[in-house]
C-alpha cells in the first residue's frame, strides 16, 4: 500500500525532530580524541568556566587534537580532578603564564637545560644550584654542548615562565641551547634511559595546575558563588583562596555538592594553602610535612579510604539539607 506523501513529509519532521531532541541532549563534548573533558574545561560557548578554560578540537591534521587557547598549548591529558592537565610545551619557546590561573606545579616538573657548554660546579656555595645534577654524555673539557642540568623548581612559590634568571641564580651556566620545564615521570621514565632523547624533541610534556588538592568539600549549592556549566556541573568559591569542585551534577536530586578530592587551592601563594576554608578543618600527617588536607565539618567527607561522618551545620535552617546530603551519600 502506498503511503501518502503528506505522511512522509509528516514522518521525516517526527524523525528530524527526534534527532535534534537527542543531539541537544549532549550540551558539552566530553572529549576531544583520547583527551577525555570535563569542567571547568569545556568545548564550546557554555561548557567551560570562563575563556582561560577554553578548549578548542582541532581536527585539521586528520586526527583530533585538543587546544587550550589561553596559553596556545596542545592539551594531552587531564589529572586529579581537573586541577592539573598534561600540556605539550614547543622546546625553543619560552612559556609565560602570568596573569593565567595556571602555573607549573614544582612536585611534578622538572626544569631541565640541555647542550650546556659546561656543567655545574656543586661546590658552589649556592642554594639554587644545590638543587641541580649535571649529566654529560662526552668529557666536557674536551667538547662543547654535550652536558645537560635537571633541576628541581623551587619550592614555596608559583613558576609561571621557564626563564631562567627568574627561576635561578645568575651563577646559572647560560651557554645551553635550550632550556625548558618538563613532565618530571616523563623524564624520569625516559631521558634516564636515553639522555638524547631531549635533544630530538620539538615538543615536550609539562604540568600545569590552576588548583592545588586541599582534600575534599561538602557545600549546598546556595551556600557561596557558584558556576556551572550547560550539563549542571559546577565550582562552587569558597573564597578567594578555596574552589569546590563537584563531582556530580546539581539536580532536584542532588541538593548538595560532593567533590572527593575537589577542594582546590587557588592562591598564587602556597602559604595561603596551609589555612582552611571556613567551616573546614586541618587533617595534617603526623610529620607536618608529607601531606595537608582539609576536611569539612559541615558534611561527608572520605579520607585514608574511610568514611568520616560529620554532620553540623552552621544555622539551623539548614540542617534538614544537609541531613538529606548525608542520607543520599550514606545509602548509595
Request: charged letters at 20%; one cysteine or more; hydrophobic letters at 30%.
Amino acid at each position: 500500500m502506498a503511503i501518502h506523501p503528506h505522511r512522509l513529509v509528516l514522518m521525516f519532521h517526527i524523525i528530524l525532530l527526534l534527532w535534534q531532541i537527542e543531539a541537544s541532549q549532549i550540551l558539552c563534548p566530553s572529549s576531544c580524541g583520547n583527551v577525555k573533558l570535563s569542567y571547568p574545561l569545556g568545548i564550546g560557548e557554555g561548557s567551560y568556566l570562563n575563556k582561560w578554560f577554553e578548549v578548542t578540537c582541532d581536527n585539521s591534521s586528520g586526527s583530533p587534537r585538543a587546544f587550550l587557547n589561553s596559553v596556545h598549548l596542545e592539551l594531552t591529558g587531564i589529572l586529579h580532578s581537573s586541577s592539573s592537565i598534561i600540556v605539550n610545551c614547543p622546546r625553543n619557546s619560552s612559556i609565560n603564564l602570568s596573569g593565567s590561573p595556571f602555573s607549573f606545579p614544582n612536585t611534578d616538573n622538572i626544569f631541565t637545560a640541555i647542550g650546556c657548554e659546561n656543567y655545574l660546579n656543586l661546590n658552589k656555595k649556592d642554594s639554587t644550584l644545590s638543587h641541580c645534577h649535571s649529566f654529560c654524555t662526552c668529557d666536557p673539557t674536551k667538547y662543547v654542548d654535550c652536558c645537560d642540568f635537571l633541576c628541581t623548581l623551587p619550592q614555596n612559590r608559583k613558576v609561571e615562565n621557564e626563564n631562567i634568571s627568574e627561576i635561578y641564580s645568575e651563577s646559572f651556566p647560560r651557554e645551553c641551547s635550550s632550556a625548558f620545564i618538563v613532565h618530571k615521570a616523563w623524564l624520569e621514565s625516559n631521558y634516564l634511559k636515553n639522555p638524547y632523547v631531549l635533544k630530538h624533541k620539538e615538543v615536550v610534556p609539562a604540568i600545569l595546575e590552576w588548583g592545588k588538592y586541599g582534600g575534599s568539600c561538602v557545600e549546598l549549592y546556595k551556600s557561596h558563588k557558584t558556576n556551572c556549566n550547560k550539563e549542571d556541573y559546577c565550582v562552587i568559591q569558597l573564597n578567594s583562596d578555596y574552589f569546590c569542585l563537584c563531582d556530580n551534577q546539581r539536580s532536584n536530586n542532588h541538593v548538595g555538592c560532593e567533590g572527593r578530592g575537589g577542594l582546590l587551592c587557588v592562591s598564587k601563594n602556597d602559604s595561603d594553602c596551609s589555612e582552611c576554608p571556613y567551616g573546614y578543618e586541618p587533617y595534617q600527617s603526623e610529620d607536618e610535612e608529607t601531606w595537608f588536607q582539609c576536611w569539612a565539618w559541615n558534611g561527608v567527607t572520605y579520607l585514608c579510604n574511610t568514611v568520616v561522618v560529620q554532620v553540623h551545620t552552621k544555622t539551623e535552617s539548614n540542617q534538614n539539607e544537609a541531613e538529606v546530603i548525608y542520607k543520599k551519600w550514606w545509602e548509595r
